[in-house]
């Protein structure tokens, strides 16, 4: 069965960069639509950035200029940069295949000082 693992978060200091993977053991994800959300603690989760199969991308308003999201043969980046503490939350990593979806289990991003 599939599942998405994360990892690559932890703690930052407002100003800085981390980059977040996501992988599938014993899976490639060439063949996924990709995403990545968020959720911080109270809200809603939300949609950070998208790319589809054939690599086009799209990124919410609140981090366009600053994640970019991409992808290798085994797995899906996003890369973060000027971290902001809003941006703390937990993130999560978002494949779909055939119409059915896959979730990883969240990674832990922190932004503070």
């Known amino acids: 069965q599939l599942q998405l693992v994360e990892s690559g978060g932890g703690l930052v200091q407002p100003g800085g960069s981390l980059r977040l993977s996501c992988g599938a053991s014993g899976f490639t994800l060439d063949d996924f639509a990709i995403a990545w959300f968020r959720q911080a603690p109270g809200k809603e989760r939300e949609l950070v950035a998208t790319?589809?199969?054939?690599?086009s991308t799209n990124y919410a308003d609140f981090v366009k200029g600053r994640f970019t999201i991409s992808r290798d043969n085994a797995k899906v980046y996003l890369q973060m940069n000027s971290l902001k503490p809003e941006d703390t939350a937990v993130y999560y990593c978002y494949g779909r295949l055939n119409s059915n979806d896959y979730w990883g289990q969240g990674t832990q991003v922190t932004v503070s000082s």
């Open positions: 790319m589809t199969r054939t690599g």
